[in-house]
């Protein structure tokens, strides 16, 4: 101590402790839960309904390696057509899909973790398919009757890498508040996002995203005791949370962007088609950099979980860090059954490969997505 520095009680607690000091607990991911909106098309379905005739478009639909998607289309106007709906109605439509698949994810996620709603100290809910103020977690905690002293967080627009930037706060703090529990909620209603027209810019969107929500429940293990939550015994040895790396690929920041449409009078999503080559090029170095904090390499991953970006984008990926197939079927199998999910698709990934019952403890995997910016986010998980 320096002469004229105050002396806090913390410092004093250090000072005066003959213990050493704790290294924090790593969270761990404690329950899942997911949830779409009503009504499934096939690809050949959703062609039908919306009227489209150009073989170029019908192409692009029908080789996505998308088989099914959760959608809720446009209502019919007065010809019996699928109208494009104005600006207003689609947030209207964002709220009201958000709410209800956001609500019925979460309620699957603390039933997997043996949680009550009364258990949770902070939500943290991301979503990029809509806006509203106040955000989506306060509307939740009002809904659902959360407690009103619950912390809350909305990570709004960052695109379909959100759900990693939104985890690694989430984690952080679990981290810094032990045997609290913690649920981050990514909900994205890509229906109330959708610009019907005749282009391809719109044509590669349109056939590409799907409805759905995720949850999952984090804790960093306490002393138990008054205030603290204990998770279920079928998930006591859920992953621990161990490191995130980011990689921003600045050169690309208006490759995938979702801004105001003139013509159209309303938000539009953009997809550059240089995208999967981007992602690829600069996947490696992201994961590698991931895996040499923990003295790892790639081929001490058991499990890959990887954003179900496109067909493009997953082969990119698969090609630049050496997978297999089998590595992405989880991708590839979330891809074919419900199409690019945004935020949180790598979660559905996530509850497949838990389904599967293959993880044994000791392993390593990565979590991986890929979004606006663009940006790859990476973590790593172990049992």
Same mark, same amino acid.
């Given at each position: 101590?320096?002469?004229?520095?105050?002396?806090?009680?913390?410092?004093?607690?250090?000072?005066?402790?003959?213990?050493?000091?704790?290294?924090?607990?790593?969270?761990?991911?404690?329950?899942?839960?997911?949830?779409?909106?009503?009504?499934?098309?096939?690809?050949?379905?959703?062609?039908?309904?919306?009227?489209?005739?150009?073989?170029?478009?019908?192409?692009?639909?029908?080789?996505?390696?998308?088989? &099914?998607?959760?959608?809720?289309?446009?209502?019919?106007?007065?010809?019996?057509?699928?109208?494009?709906?104005?600006?207003?109605?689609?947030?209207?439509?964002?709220?009201?899909?958000?709410?209800? +698949?956001?609500?019925?994810?979460?309620?699957? @996620?603390?039933?997997?973790?043996?949680?009550?709603?009364?258990?949770?100290?902070?939500? @943290?809910?991301?979503?990029?398919?809509?806006?509203?103020?106040?955000?989506?977690?306060?509307?939740?905690?009002?809904?659902?009757?959360?407690?009103?002293?619950?912390?809350?967080?909305?990570?709004?627009? +960052?695109? @379909?890498?959100?759900?990693?930037?939104?985890?690694?706060?989430?984690?952080?703090?679990?981290?810094?508040?032990?045997?609290?529990?913690?649920?981050?909620?990514?909900?994205?209603?890509?229906?109330?996002?959708?610009?019907?027209?005749?282009?391809?810019?719109?044509?590669?969107?349109?056939?590409?995203?799907?409805?759905?929500?995720?949850?999952?429940?984090?804790?960093?293990?306490?002393?138990?005791?008054?205030?603290?939550?204990?998770?279920?015994?079928?998930?006591?040895?859920?992953?621990?949370?161990?490191?995130?790396?980011?990689?921003?690929?600045?050169?690309?920041?208006?490759? +995938?962007?979702?801004?105001?449409?003139?013509?159209?009078?309303?938000?539009?999503?953009?997809?550059?088609?240089?995208?999967?080559?981007?992602?690829?090029?600069?996947?490696?170095?992201?994961?590698? &950099?991931?895996?040499?904090?923990?003295?790892?390499?790639?081929?001490?991953?058991?499990?890959?979980?990887?954003?179900?970006?496109?067909?493009?984008?997953?082969?990119?990926?698969?090609?630049?860090?050496?997978?297999? &197939?089998?590595?992405?079927?989880?991708?590839?199998?979330?891809?074919?059954?419900?199409?690019?999910?945004?935020?949180?698709?790598?979660?559905?990934?996530?509850?497949?490969?838990?389904?599967?019952?293959?993880?044994?403890?000791?392993?390593?995997?990565?979590?991986?997505?890929?979004?606006?910016?663009?940006?790859?986010?990476?973590?790593?998980?172990?049992?």
């Amino acid at each position: 101590m320096t002469p004229g520095t105050e002396l806090l009680p913390s410092d004093w607690a250090q000072l005066t402790s003959s213990e050493p000091p704790r290294t924090p607990v790593p969270a761990r991911l404690a329950g899942i839960g997911t949830a779409n909106t009503g009504e499934s098309y096939s690809q050949q379905q959703l062609i039908d309904h919306l009227g489209i005739t150009d073989p170029k478009i019908r192409s692009i639909f029908l080789n996505s390696a998308i088989e &099914r998607r959760y959608l809720t289309i446009p209502p019919r106007n007065e010809q019996g057509e699928r109208r494009s709906e104005p600006q207003g109605e689609l947030l209207a439509k964002h709220k009201r899909l958000a709410l209800d +698949m956001g609500a019925r994810a979460l309620r699957r @996620c603390l039933a997997d973790a043996g949680a009550l709603l009364s258990d949770i100290d902070y939500l @943290c809910v991301v979503t990029t398919t809509g806006f509203l103020t106040p955000g989506l977690s306060a509307l939740l905690i009002k809904d659902l009757g959360i407690d009103r002293s619950c912390h809350r967080v909305d990570v709004v627009g +960052m695109g @379909c890498n959100a759900g990693l930037n939104a985890l690694n706060a989430t984690s952080s703090w679990a981290v810094a508040n032990p045997g609290r529990l913690a649920v981050m909620v990514c909900v994205e209603a890509c229906s109330a996002a959708y610009t019907f027209d005749s282009t391809m810019r719109t044509a590669v969107v349109n056939s590409l995203f799907g409805d759905g929500s995720a949850a999952v429940a984090l804790i960093a293990d306490g002393n138990g005791g008054p205030g603290h939550f204990a998770a279920s015994p079928s998930r006591a040895a859920g992953p621990k949370l161990l490191g995130f790396s980011s990689h921003l690929i600045t050169e690309a920041v208006d490759a +995938m962007r979702y801004d105001w449409d003139d013509d159209q009078n309303r938000f539009s999503f953009f997809l550059d088609p240089g995208v999967p080559y981007v992602v690829g090029a600069n996947a490696e170095q992201v994961v590698d &950099r991931l895996l040499s904090r923990a003295g790892l390499r790639r081929s001490d991953i058991r499990h890959w979980l990887v954003h179900s970006g496109g067909k493009k984008v997953i082969d990119a990926v698969q090609v630049n860090l050496g997978l297999t &197939r089998h590595e992405l079927r989880h991708t590839t199998g979330v891809l074919r059954d419900f199409g690019n999910l945004s935020s949180g698709s790598f979660l559905f990934s996530y509850e497949r490969l838990l389904e599967e019952e293959v993880v044994v403890p000791g392993d390593h995997g990565v979590l991986m997505t890929m979004g606006p910016g663009s940006t790859i986010e990476t973590a790593l998980i172990q049992w």
